[in-house]
């Protein structure tokens, strides 16, 4: 079946550590999403990878880096410099971003938390 | 600033009757909107999507009304059911293109017995 795995379902992060989540994807997507939800607050962007070796930062960037080497894979790095890292991660994609009326994907979340 | 608004308290309602969620947005007029429902624990699910010259769409038992005048949407559940209980978000995309979506808070859908 096709879709979007992310992995691991919950994490925890020590103080000063980096952890990494991971997002793939076999439908053959071009567009890959990074989002973080809190509650109260929706889903706010962090970063988002239109084409394969490209990737621009969202509205909440600081702290966190992704990489985006092959098409299915976008990994997000949440660093020690995030000091507020708990929330759930969403990883979604969508067929073309230049499009203008195409639908997300969404994987099935990552629960972070702090030690 | 850009915003998008909807109902933070959640809605509880009886099962069969007709479910109306709210989404209002301010400061821009994008081309679409889409809705979305997600479940506890859970990625948001796509519903249904509704373009600016389209002033209402349906898919089976759900309708979504788009009046770009009044900068609102409106989510209708007929016949409701204890599981269509879940939140229910909206989202736009307010940097116009790229579908770099914009979502709101989400309003928690509670149908009862």
């Known amino acids: 079946d096709g879709g979007i795995t992310q992995s691991p379902k919950y994490l925890f992060r020590k103080e000063g550590q980096n952890v990494t989540l991971s997002c793939e994807q076999n439908l053959n997507h071009d567009a890959m999403y990074w989002y973080r939800q809190d509650p109260g607050q929706g889903l706010r962007l962090i970063y988002y990878s239109q084409i394969v070796n490209d990737f621009q930062k969202g509205d909440i960037a600081e702290g966190y880096s992704v990489s985006r080497e092959k098409k299915e894979s976008f990994p997000l790095t949440v660093t020690s410099a995030q000091k507020n890292p708990t929330a759930f991660y969403l990883c979604?994609?969508?067929?073309?971003?230049?499009?203008?009326?195409?639908?997300?994907?969404f994987g099935s979340g990552t629960q972070l938390s702090v030690l | 600033s850009q915003k998008i608004e909807q109902n933070s308290e959640a809605l509880n309602i009886q099962e069969g009757k007709t479910a109306t969620l709210t989404c209002n947005y301010t400061?821009?007029?994008?081309?679409?909107l889409q809705w979305y429902r997600q479940d506890p624990g859970r990625g948001p699910v796509f519903l249904l999507l509704?373009?600016?010259?389209?002033k209402e769409k349906r898919k089976e038992r759900l309708k979504v009304t788009f009046d770009t005048t009044l900068k609102q949407s409106l989510f209708h559940i007929t016949a409701s059911q204890p599981a269509d209980s879940a939140t229910y978000l909206c989202?736009?995309?307010?940097?116009?293109?790229?579908?770099?979506?914009?979502f709101g808070t989400g309003t928690q859908l509670k149908v009862e017995l």
């Open positions: 989202a736009l995309d307010l940097a116009g293109g790229g579908n770099k979506l914009t």
């Open positions: 509704i373009r600016e010259n389209e």
């Open positions: 979604a994609s969508v067929l073309s971003s230049r499009g203008t009326n195409e639908k997300l994907f």
């Open positions: 400061n821009y007029s994008p081309a679409y």
